[in-house]
């Protein structure tokens, strides 16, 4: 008997169907929109903004980029396309561009000024919130792995440093000699820095930062980024990639954020978080949101762009540069690479 005298009607009795049919309705209600629509997927790659011309571009260097943007997202596709997860998808998608020369992340990455190559990363998964990420660490293959190591591994957010390196071989991260990583332009332009007394946007024509977002079939998102930083960096700089809420941001209510560009700007407009913020809390299309952030970064003089994914499902991308090297691929058949702002 209760306070007023009652008793309880037992919930294996008449209320029991309605408390399972209530019980499954709020389970319904509570999944990621994009889990309800036949389990659709996208994914949206980038591997850098800034001062793409086509001018400046012989027709073999666009083929090159295009046919590496191509393996990227064809890698990223792969996965998700089989029923595989987003946080497999990113991490499929940035490895081959960690790999390849042409971008400003693991081999290739770009010279500190004494001459080192320091590597970032993050990684976040938009079902949990969790995320990783590692700053300034030298010698890592794939920086991403190691990022999504410290997710998964360690009771923190962020190592940089020793510290991650030391981390990552508990780990079993390859690792590769320094010589792996270095490349002829990327010494040439430490070289004609130091030698004309150029910043680092004078250098880096583009930021060669790469990353990637995605949408799985079961309604979850992901993203990540991964870089070298800037040409010249000093004093152990850090910019936006490894920053979770500026370079990357991940959460199922929203959206999925990798940005690229002048870092200080991104961190201090908190962009990848701002954009997802946009979208739950003021209802903003995705787009609109994005492109409203990305105008913001401008106005205080920063350069870039974003690849983002919703939750239902749209990838799109937005910048203030003549250029982002980039592409996209959904489940309805979409599969694109661009390179100039106005593809």
């Known amino acids: 008997m209760d306070n007023c005298g009652c008793y309880p009607i037992p919930m ?69 396309r089989n029923g595989g997860t987003a946080m497999d998808a990113i991490q499929a998608a940035i490895e081959p561009m960690e790999d390849d020369p042409l971008f400003n992340a693991g081999r290739g990455a770009v010279f500190t000024w004494d001459g080192d190559i320091e ?82 946007i004078d250098v880096d024509v583009k930021f060669g930062t790469v990353g990637a977002v995605a949408l799985d079939h079961d309604g979850n998102m992901a993203a990540g980024t991964s870089t070298g930083g800037m040409t010249g960096k ?47 809390l003021g209802n903003e299309d995705a787009q609109l949101a994005a492109d409203t952030v990305i105008a913001e970064v401008g106005e205080m003089g920063g350069d870039g762009g974003v690849i983002v994914v919703d939750r239902s499902g749209d990838a799109l991308f937005s910048m203030n540069t003549s250029g982002m090297y980039r592409g996209r691929a959904t489940s309805e058949g979409l599969s694109e690479v661009a390179i100039y702002a106005d593809e």
């Open 12 to 80: 294996s009795g008449f209320f029991a169907p309605l408390a399972r049919l209530l019980a499954a309705f709020s389970i319904v209600l509570s999944m990621p929109a994009a889990a309800q629509e036949n389990g659709r997927w996208s994914i949206a790659i980038h591997g850098g903004a800034g001062t793409i011309a086509r001018d400046n571009m012989t027709p073999e260097q666009d083929a090159a980029y295009r046919e590496a943007l191509r393996k990227a997202l064809d890698a990223g596709a792969k996965v998700l």
């Open 234 to 280: 000093r004093w152990g700089r850090i910019g936006d990639a490894p920053i979770i809420g500026a370079g990357t941001y991940a959460d199922n209510r929203s959206c999925a954020v990798s940005a690229t560009g002048w870092g200080e700007f991104f961190i201090r407009a908190g962009v990848a978080r701002m954009i997802c913020a946009r979208i739950d």
């Open 119 to 200: 590597l970032d990363a993050s990684i976040m998964d938009g079902r949990t919130r969790d995320a990783g990420a590692i700053a300034g660490v030298r010698g890592i293959r794939h920086p991403i792995q190691l990022a999504r190591k410290v997710m998964t591994n360690s009771p923190h957010v962020m190592l940089s440093g020793e510290g991650a390196e030391t981390f990552a071989a508990e780990q079993g991260i390859e690792n590769m000699p320094s010589e792996w990583f270095e490349t002829e332009r990327r010494r040439e332009s430490l070289e004609r820095m130091k030698a004309e007394k150029l910043s680092a």
